[in-house]
């Protein structure tokens, strides 16, 4: 399977491929980030004829609101997701605790549900109405509930979503550092709980900084979330000024602030890898002995992991079964079968291009480590910061500019009607899909081309072994890894995700994420976990996958 | 400084070490030598506490620090045993400049002590104008000499070192080895290095413990063991030589091929069942080393070279003697013969290593 | 051969989605699919006519006509509040229609004054309450919940959805602004908790005891009912006994308009024309509990069970010419 994967990735690699090596890897970064940058600049344009009066109004009512509200939820994820999943990448990576070889795989299982899924799930059982608090209510006359819909429980709920991409990164740098560096810090005197802090954590900071941008900026986008809380962000003033004050130019100020925002996280990033040249340097020596955690050391691992594993996936999951039992008979269909097909094969070729662009982003990044190339490669995946509509919309109105001019200029000529080139063409949609996802393609693809040594690259031209032979023989192969965690990550994203997908597909193209729109769009939400529940299960191929492999060293 | 008595150890039903004892007195460098497989990286985790012993001793000065008694063992935490560590790849810290790595088990020390120290470290080691790179900018050989700064910093009781030239080349090696050995003599540091080269060991260790299949064959000064192996495997493992076949004639003699051999023959009967007294008449093995047979024009024994290896100052030949066995000759590399040409040897041994049949 | 390959498969993936046969319309429609290909099909099966339609929610698909203008493949646009409608004709999105038979079936409060576009369907947005917990005679204005004595006692669904803007911007064309936001400021300080994310769950917060009243959609209300019978729920007509021009509960559409560049036009009149008459208005509004728009229909028996009303008799149009200047009403008296 993994072979007739790799052709098609190998095919349209090696068409990027040479256009990169004729055009240099300049081109192909800049064509890249600018790909990206279409929807940004379509949506900033609209700031040349700003609209004061509701600028003044958002300035004086919404705007203090909301930068405190995203600042407390960016901080609040940032350092939750942090925390989990540093903390859970290490007991899975470097310890040994009862249930450790399950958790491994599981842990990464919520990256499988849509993060407004189990908002809607938490808020069901926690809130006044749901189940918690009327059995309290009822059995003990209790008339206390949880403050689930609080700031609290959005921070709670997007980290309980969101720790997986830190637990994935984290991870893979963990069991990139063997036992030595450990064991010589405990000869120098340094107890293991304080050689954690000095010596595994600093050395993993680039990769846990990897997933947490990742984790960071889908929380800035996330539209569905905040939503289900009532929280508001500044996307929800976005869309709110975008369509329900009708006012683009409004619309357009904010998500430049919200750009710029972005742009300052994705500098700190830039500037906390430069100081950090040791990725390569940290051989992976000694898959030595896990640290077995004994007696009650043991039993919290072990609790701790059950723990995330039930509010993050399980109970979740389990909600959604209930729900989908009593509507089942009703809503499945032969169509379904279409959905699970459409969403199956957008994900499958969608994943298959993100990580073919991002192949040749990192390549171009290697050809040339200039830090203006690092700058641009970084500009290339702000896509995955962008409010899901504004990068729908930004990116369709240049697609259908094109369109326009081709149909006018050959009506002109040919005095013939023609319909939509691109719109409405898998190509359009499977390249929007880049446009948003390259970023979460781009960091493994990144990390995996790092470990390849310029070394091994001479070792290899000395066997007579270059250019596209090397890429084969050579640098795939010690990419496999990292080039499937990309494809599994792109491939779960592009089935959760909603905006693109209904803005660009064509008539009568329903995917499972469209579904769960329908049904959520009208607050059904119980009818909605039908398609919720296909989405996980179609997920969870990809992720196992994506564990397998992340493995295989250990 | 450092005594293992009877220490074993298995990993699961498999025995890795059994019953390996010795004793390194301060300031005394010690070696296990044996080939891979052997059980030495074993004991050395073990001295420094990574691993659990599941019988025996080990006492580091007058401490016990692990030791297995009533069906429990005990063990003091690593980083408790005050036990420097040098690696076989180093394990320099890449996210800190080697002075911060120096430095990294001098957190107790005040600031203005520890800057010291790490200079002072970083002087011996002479690499004081590297204080602010990063490993990886480094060579093998500077990487290694930071490793050894960063492990006797803290001014260790023990110092232990895992395999720590084999990544280095040859002339790195030796240079490298006479260098250390003269700090760790500088700084009366007792230490036992672990290695599969005996080059190596021999230019480094006072006493050479040679191992095999988790058993110490032999504690003993390289020169002892060179000369006087107490097995086969030793004298396999040591140097170079051939076993010829002989017979006991009497206390002081040994009849091979080659001649009689004069030398004492008491004690040096040894064979692996470990008997100390020769019968007369009894078949022994013979060690002969290359600088036991001697080039000699005038001898009436001839030999045909079958191969020779140019050593630079001298040729080993590989001769082959009338009976058919084979014997190595160190020679002079003025004496240029070629291959199938006879020339004359005699026996030059003035004491007798001999293994029973 | 790879060559050949990836080319093949660019090919494929150009293929478009969109290519449209002559006498088919086209639909963009941010009307759930489950709501209106029941009858589309309905349609086609009469008619022989494809009906080809995507949804999307009303922002993007806006934002979409504008950008293809000229070349857009859609004949019809379909939203589900008036709002929205009224914000496409004045980006002139869509095109007048004079069409007698659309004239006849459609109320003119219910229809834009320049025939840009048509309601479909009528949806009340009214009270439901506790009857446990209000003694008859308790209720009588959307005014006056923000009364101080309704203090903790109402629920309200998040000020983000077009239904509660197109309510506020009502209340500002009879009252003006300064009234309207004293009486949204009313409603916020007396809410028992933060606004909800949808109707539903706010009725359920009233049946559990939270609050005691709320504001939605009156088909909130027959969903809910049809899956939760015995919860303590009844529905409540407002302003009924007013007499000026707030008189009446407040009623939206969802409707549609044909669109300015329609490649379709006559098949998208008739669709409309279609979609009005007597035969299609049941299926149209009872699939979803609505009220049907053309008067000549009668409702739903689940719906028409919820007793008769008097609608408020504003053109719906209002809602939208208003709806930007409710939004920051709502953003100023702090109702989220």
């Known amino acids: ?554 | 400084m450092l005594a293992l008595e009877h220490v074993a150890q298995s990993y699961g039903s498999k025995p890795i070490l059994s019953d390996v004892s010795f004793v390194l007195s301060p300031g005394q460098i010690g070696c296990l030598l044996g080939p891979s497989g052997c059980g030495k990286t074993t004991a050395l985790r073990l001295i420094a506490g990574f691993e659990q012993l599941s019988a025996g001793e080990i006492r580091i000065g007058a401490e016990i620090v692990s030791a297995f008694a009533n069906g429990r063992g005990h063990s003091l935490l690593p980083e408790q045993r005050r036990v420097g560590l040098v690696f076989q790849d180093y394990a320099l810290f890449p996210h800190l400049s080697v002075a911060k790595n120096v430095a990294f088990g001098l957190s107790a020390m005040p600031a203005t002590d520890r800057r010291m120290r790490v200079a002072e470290m970083l002087d011996l080691v002479g690499l004081s104008h590297e204080a602010e790179a990063y490993p990886h900018q480094l060579s093998g050989g500077q990487q290694q000499r930071v490793a050894l700064a960063r492990a006797l910093a803290p001014r260790p009781r023990l110092l232990l070192l895992d395999e720590p030239f084999s990544n280095l080349d040859v002339e790195l090696r030796e240079k490298l080895s006479l260098e250390v050995r003269d700090i760790l003599k500088q700084e009366a540091i007792t230490a036992l290095l672990v290695t599969h080269d005996q080059h190596e060991a021999f230019a480094m260790a006072d006493n050479i413990g040679v191992m095999n299949k988790g058993v110490i064959q032999q504690w003993d000064t390289p020169y002892n063991l060179y000369h006087q192996p107490i097995n086969r495997f030793v004298a396999d493992f040591i140097g170079q030589g051939v076993l010829l076949p002989g017979e006991v004639l009497n206390s002081r003699q040994v009849e091979i091929e080659l001649g009689v051999l004069e030398g004492s023959v008491d004690g040096d009967c040894s064979d692996e069942g470990g008997c100390t007294q020769c019968d007369l008449g009894c078949r022994v093995d013979v060690l002969i080393r290359p600088d036991d047979i001697i080039h000699d024009d005038d001898s009436l024994l001839m030999a045909e070279v079958e191969r020779k290896a140019f050593r630079g100052a001298d040729f080993l030949y590989t001769l082959k003697l009338p009976g058919g066995q084979r014997v190595l000759a160190q020679v002079d590399s003025h004496h240029n013969h070629a291959i199938g040409e006879k020339i004359g040897i005699r026996l030059g041994v003035d004491h007798v290593v001999a293994f029973r049949k | 051969m790879k060559t050949f390959k990836s080319m093949l498969l660019a090919v494929s993936l150009m293929v478009s989605g969109y290519a449209v046969q002559a006498d088919e319309v086209v639909v963009y429609s941010a009307r759930n699919e489950q709501l209106i290909k029941p009858l589309f099909d309905a349609y086609t099966k009469e008619t022989g006519v494809k009906v080809k339609f995507i949804t999307d929610k009303e922002g993007p698909l806006m934002a979409r006509l504008k950008a293809e203008g000229r070349n857009t493949p859609a004949d019809i646009f379909m939203t589900v509040d008036a709002g929205n409608l009224w914000q496409a004709a004045q980006e002139d999105l869509l095109k007048p229609v004079n069409s007698k038979i659309l004239a006849a079936s459609i109320p003119a409060h219910l229809r834009d004054p320049g025939n840009e576009w048509f309601g479909l369907s009528v949806r009340a947005r009214t009270l439901i309450y506790n009857p446990n917990k209000i003694k008859p005679g308790e209720l009588t204005t959307y005014e006056d919940l923000a009364n101080p004595k309704w203090k903790n006692r109402l629920c309200l669904r998040t000020s983000k959805k077009v239904y509660n803007q197109s309510l506020v911007g009502m209340m500002m064309n009879e009252y003006g602004e300064d009234k309207t936001e004293q009486i949204v400021r009313g409603w916020v300080a007396n809410q028992a908790t933060q606004p909800f994310p949808d109707d539903t769950k706010a009725m359920e917060a009233v049946a559990a005891g939270l609050c005691d009243v709320t504001i939605v959609n009156t088909y909130y209300f027959g969903r809910l009912m049809e899956k939760k019978p015995n919860l303590p729920l009844a529905i409540f007509w407002p302003n009924q006994s007013l007499k000026n021009n707030s008189a009446g509960v407040h009623v939206n559409i969802s409707g549609a308009g044909v669109t300015r560049h329609a490649k379709n036009e006559a098949g998208a009149i008739k669709l409309l024309e279609w979609l009005a008459s007597e035969k299609a208005q049941n299926l149209y509004a009872d699939v979803n509990m609505e009220y049907p728009a053309n008067l000549k229909v009668k409702p739903d028996a689940a719906v028409a069970a919820w007793g008769t009303f008097k609608p408020n008799l504003i053109n719906v149009a209002q809602a939208g010419a208003l709806q930007a200047k409710a939004v920051m009403l709502m953003d100023r008296a702090g109702y989220k």
């Open chain 1, 1 to 554: 399977m993994i072979t007739a994967e790799k052709a098609p990735v190998a095919g349209a690699f090696s068409f990027v491929s040479n256009a990169s090596s004729r055009f240099g890897p300049w081109t192909v970064a800049l064509a890249l980030a600018l790909l990206t940058l279409i929807p940004v600049t379509v949506v900033a344009l609209a700031m040349l004829d700003p609209d004061q009066a509701i600028w003044d109004h958002l300035w004086r009512h919404v705007l203090p609101e909301l930068l405190v509200n995203t600042l407390w939820l960016v901080i609040g994820v940032g350092i939750g997701v942090t925390v989990l999943g540093t903390g859970l990448a290490w007991l899975t990576a470097a310890c040994e605790f009862p249930g450790r070889k399950f958790f491994s795989w599981a842990l990464l299982l919520p990256l499988a549900l849509p993060a407004y899924v189990t908002a809607f799930v938490w808020i069901g059982l926690l809130d006044f109405t749901g189940g918690l608090a009327t059995w309290l209510r009822d059995s003990w006359d209790i008339t206390w509930t949880p403050p689930i819909r609080s700031r609290g429980g959005v921070i709670l709920v997007m980290v309980l979503a969101l720790y997986p991409y830190v637990y994935l990164t984290a991870r893979t740098a963990f069991q990139g550092q063997g036992r030595r560096l450990l064991e010589a810090a405990q000869s120098l005197g340094v107890s293991r709980r304080r050689a954690f802090f000095r010596v595994a954590l600093p050395i993993a900071r680039p990769g846990i900084i990897a997933g947490l941008s990742l984790a960071l900026m889908e929380t800035l986008a996330d539209f569905g979330t905040v939503s289900v809380f009532n929280y508001n962000t500044f996307t929800t003033a976005i869309y709110k000024a975008w369509f329900s004050m009708f006012s683009l130019p409004a619309a357009s100020q904010l998500a430049t602030i919200l750009i710029f925002f972005v742009l300052a996280l994705v500098m700190l990033e830039q500037l906390s890898r430069n100081s950090a040249h040791y990725a390569n340097s940290a051989r992976g020596s000694g898959g030595a002995r896990r640290i077995r955690l004994g007696g009650a050391n043991a039993a919290m691992a072990t609790g701790f992991a059950s723990l995330v594993f039930l509010l993050a996936f399980a109970i979740p999951l389990i909600q959604l079964l209930i729900w989908t039992s009593d509507i089942m008979v009703s809503d499945l269909d032969a169509r379904y079968f279409d959905f699970a097909w459409h969403s199956l094969l957008l994900a499958g070729l969608g994943a298959l291009l993100v990580v073919s662009l991002a192949l040749a982003l990192g390549y171009a990044q290697r050809l040339q480590p200039t830090p203006g190339m690092q700058l641009t490669a970084r500009l290339a995946t702000l896509g995955y910061a962008l409010p899901g509509a504004v990068l729908a919309v930004g990116f369709y109105i240049p697609v259908a500019g094109i369109d326009n001019l081709i149909i006018d200029t050959w009506r002109d000529w040919t005095r013939q009607e023609i319909g939509q080139v691109f719109g409405g063409t898998l190509f359009v949609m499977l390249l929007a899909y880049s446009t948003r996802f390259l970023a979460v393609g781009f960091g493994p693809v990144e990390t995996g081309l790092a470990r390849i040594t310029k070394t091994m690259d001479e070792a290899a031209q000395v066997l007579g072994t270059t250019g596209m032979k090397r890429l084969f023989r050579v640098h795939l192969p010690m990419l496999r890894a990292p080039l499937l965690a990309a494809a599994a990550l792109a491939f779960v994203d592009i089935m959760k995700e909603l905006p693109i997908t209904l803005m660009t597909r064509p008539f009568g193209w329903d995917t499972l994420a469209t579904r769960v729109f329908e049904m959520t769009s009208e607050g059904e939400w119980e009818r909605a976990a039908l398609p919720a529940v296909a989405i996980c299960l179609v997920g969870l191929l990809p992720i196992f996958f994506l564990v397998k492999h992340s493995d295989a060293r250990t």
